[in-house]
């Protein structure tokens, strides 16, 4: 469900910006605010990885992470 949100955070942002291209792109990603990775992942355990079977595990910091890629995008600071 994220792709909606952030077209439509995009869609705001060039209205009210003007902005198009890579620089749509970059106002965009400074628009998130950082999620971590979960600190309990035993709810995901039923869904094993692709590569093998293991646990899945979440890869990456606050700002960049493999579950929640850069964040939760954020439209009132994107037009804000």
């Known amino acids: 469900m994220a792709s909606p949100h ?3 955070v ?4 060039e209205s009210a910006t003007g902005k198009t ?4 792109a970059a106002a965009l990603q400074q628009a998130t605010n950082p999620i971590p990775c ?3 992942t035993s709810a ?3 869904f094993p990885a692709l590569d093998g079977g293991a ?3 979440c890869q990456g910091g606050v700002g960049q992470n493999g579950w ?4 939760e995008v954020d ?3 994107a037009v804000g």
């Open 6 to 8: 952030a077209v439509g």
């Open 68 to 71: 929640y890629g850069s964040g």
């Open 55 to 57: 646990p899945q595990t």
């Open 75 to 77: 439209a009132l600071k």
């Open 10 to 13: 995009a869609a705001l942002l």
């Open 21 to 24: 291209g890579g620089a749509l």
């Open 38 to 40: 979960p600190s309990d």
């Open 44 to 46: 995901y355990a039923f």
